[in-house]
């Protein structure tokens, strides 16, 4: 079993950034796949970046270029760095990690961004 606990959302204004942070119960440098998801109201989640253990990563269209995901081996800690919010990415962030073939989720944290 692995726990996944996310931070660092809240309201802010379009333009504004903010950074989530996931800790993990396990070494996030050792899980296959790590990343973020989010879910909108009414809407599916979707995948926003993703992080494999060899360092490679991938974004979501809607997030390139504003978007940054990383890891810090020294706090175990994977991180969502968000710039130039926007009201469309209002949502409930997900941080999720795969072991074994098995993903593991957070119990998301809601980012909100007003415009």
């Known amino acids: 079993q692995v726990q996944l606990v996310e931070s660092g959302g809240g309201l802010v204004q379009a333009g504004g950034s903010l950074r989530l942070s996931c800790t993990a119960s396990?070494?996030?440098?050792?899980?296959?796949?790590v990343g973020w998801y989010r879910q909108a109201p009414g809407m599916q989640r979707e995948m926003v970046a993703s992080l494999t253990r060899a360092g490679s990563t991938n974004y979501a269209d809607s997030v390139k270029g504003r978007f940054t995901i990383s890891r810090d081996i020294t706090k175990n800690a994977l991180y969502l760095q968000m710039n130039s919010l926007k009201p469309e990415d209002t949502a409930v962030y997900y941080c999720?990690?795969?072991?074994?073939?098995?993903?593991?989720w957070g119990q998301g944290t809601q980012v909100t961004v007003s415009s």
């Open positions: 999720y990690g795969t072991v074994d073939g098995r993903p593991y």
């Open positions: 396990r070494n996030i440098f050792s899980m296959t796949l």
